[in-house]
């Protein structure tokens, strides 16, 4: 199931509001490795700087030096009004700090998207408010050619953003940050990995923490004995069967000790749950 995105003429409904809640059981393994993808990010923020080094550094520089992923920063002053370029205002009804003007948020959004011959387009807009960023959902958007992020500042967006442009309110953890440029590069960076070509193994990404529900097993390399803390010898015995075995259990094991929500939502095997009881009777 793919994320209901705004149509072109369309506002962001409660029906469309309601779909996003119901969006708990996607199944994000149909993304095909071998298609010759590629994802446009269009990112609406006051601050563009900020995005300098985190893109210009290792797997997202080579990603966009290889065209596998285009990233457009836009500067949601320039679509300002005015002299000053006024983006932000008080407050109706009082109370502190400024909200950012829906008028050269929805410009900006319309002068990038007039172009676009993609009927849909998500717009998300990165706020405390929205739904969890999880992997599943970096799954999906990564199904996107084009994806759109509106990064908020100071005390919020106006309202009308929501109500008019947003097909999707993404929050990446349930604390507040000065604004959604953290967030943007995030989810950028998420996404941008699981599409094919960009990481060196293919097979990468199907065994990361998340990948499959679970957290990912304990990793290890040289030396093999590090201040008396040795490699398992199940790492080092040569039997491939063994060694997937033991990775699988130990993503149990660290689930259950660390994350024993993820559990309830997990992909898992008639062999994954005599596993897990098995971790219950020795108390994990």
């Known amino acids: 199931m793919r994320i209901p995105v705004r149509p072109r003429n369309g506002p962001y409904t409660p029906a469309v509001r309601?779909?996003?809640?119901?969006?708990?059981?996607?199944?994000?393994?149909?993304?095909?490795?071998?298609?010759?993808?590629?994802?446009?990010?269009?990112?609406l923020t006051l601050f563009p700087k900020m995005f300098e080094s985190p893109f210009g550094e290792s797997i997202l520089k080579r990603a966009i030096e290889q065209g596998l992923v285009t990233i457009a920063i836009h500067n949601i002053r320039d679509y300002a009004a005015g002299k000053h370029r006024v983006t932000d205002d008080a407050p109706y009804g009082g109370g502190g700090g400024m909200i950012m003007k829906p008028e050269p948020i929805v410009r900006a959004v319309e002068s990038i998207l007039e172009s676009e011959n993609a009927p849909q387009v998500p717009i998300i807009l990165l706020s405390p408010q929205g739904r969890p960023f999880t992997q599943r959902v970096a799954w999906d958007l990564a199904e996107h050619p084009h994806i759109l992020l509106i990064c908020g500042r100071y005390e919020g967006v106006d309202e009308r953003v929501r109500e008019l442009l947003a097909s999707d309110e993404i929050s990446i953890g349930d604390y507040v940050l000065t604004g959604g440029e953290i967030p943007a590069m995030v989810i950028v960076d998420a996404v941008t990995r699981l599409i094919p070509g960009v990481l060196g193994d293919p097979v990468a990404t199907s065994r990361d923490s998340h990948s499959d529900g679970l957290l990912e097993y304990p990793q290890y390399t040289r030396p093999p004995v590090f201040k008396g803390h040795a490699v398992p010898e199940i790492l080092v015995s040569g039997n491939h069967a063994a060694v997937e075995l033991w990775r699988r259990r130990q993503a149990l094991r660290r689930t259950c000790e660390r994350r024993p929500d993820l559990l309830d939502k997990a992909e898992l095997t008639a062999q994954d749950r005599a596993s897990l009881d098995a971790l219950t009777r020795e108390g994990a």
Do not use: G, M, P
Request: net charge negative; charged share 25%.
């Open 18 to 43: 309601q779909q996003h809640q119901l969006n708990c059981d996607w199944r994000y393994s149909t993304i095909n490795q071998a298609e010759d993808r590629k994802v446009h990010f269009d990112i």
